[in-house]
Every structure is written in C-alpha cells, then in structure tokens.
C-alpha cells in the first residue's frame, strides 16, 4: 500500500512521517475498489481511518468494527452508520452534514434571486448524491 506523508499539519500536533499519513491509494476507487481498499485499511494496523462521504464510510464500516473510524457523512444516522449523534455507539463517530436540510432553503434563495425562472434542471452524481439530497 502506497502512502505519503502530508505537509502543513505540524503546528497541530502531528509529524510528518510518525502520526500522519495519508494514503493517495484511495482517491478515485470504484464502488469496488473502494471496499477492497478499506479491507486492507482495516487490516494494516492504524490507529484510525478516517472516511469522507458515505461510499467511502459505508466501505469502512462493512471493514471494521474494531478500528475507531472519523467519518464526513451527509447523515451519520440516516446512513445507519451510528445509532444516534449524542451517543454513536461501535467503532465510528465523526460530522453529519446534513445539507439535505439546507437544500430546499437553497433552491428557494436561488429562484428568488432569478426571477421569473419556470424549469431548474439539477445535474448529479448518482455515485454521491441520494433522491432525497435532490
């Protein structure tokens, strides 16, 4: 497995080489490639993953439920990664985004700023992107 050491995150408490790490492997992946991947994470003794964006989460969920996971999902809960906010429970705590919740406010403030618009097409990624985030 490939891996990098990042640079600009020493003021934080970590260094380059001996707590921080990121793996380039993982950007990109297909669905497959993505659980395959977060297996081998699993498997490699970390101290901890963290996973941005629910593909990626669920991968590690399904990997692990012993490696402590950081997760960036739009919805921790409504993607059954943990059972509440206030008390996760397993091996995975993280950021619920939640923009779902944000959206119809969003397209409100876009048609009120484009007058007179009648049709609104939305282009997106069905890989990262769920009806109901639509």
């Known amino acids: 497995m490939e891996r ?19 793996d380039d492997a993982g ?6 490639k993505v659980a395959e991947h977060a297996r081998a994470l699993a498997n490699s003794q970390v101290d901890v993953i963290t996973a941005a964006g629910d593909p990626a989460v669920r991968a590690v969920h399904e990997a692990t439920k012993s490696v402590p996971v950081l997760a960036i999902s739009e919805d921790l809960v409504g ?14 705590t993280g950021v619920s985004i939640l923009s779902t919740d944000l959206n119809g406010k969003r397209q409100e403030m876009l048609l009120d700023a484009l007058q007179g618009t009648k049709q609104m097409v939305i282009l997106a ?7 109901q985030q639509l």
């Open 27 to 32: 950007f990109g992946l297909s669905s497959e």
């Open 125 to 131: 990624d069905t890989e990262s992107t769920s009806p």
């Open 4 to 22: 990098r050491a990042v640079r600009g995150c020493e003021g934080d408490g970590f260094i380059v080489g001996q707590n921080l790490i990121v």
């Open 79 to 92: 993607g059954g990664f943990v059972a509440s906010l206030a008390e996760p429970k397993g091996n995975i």
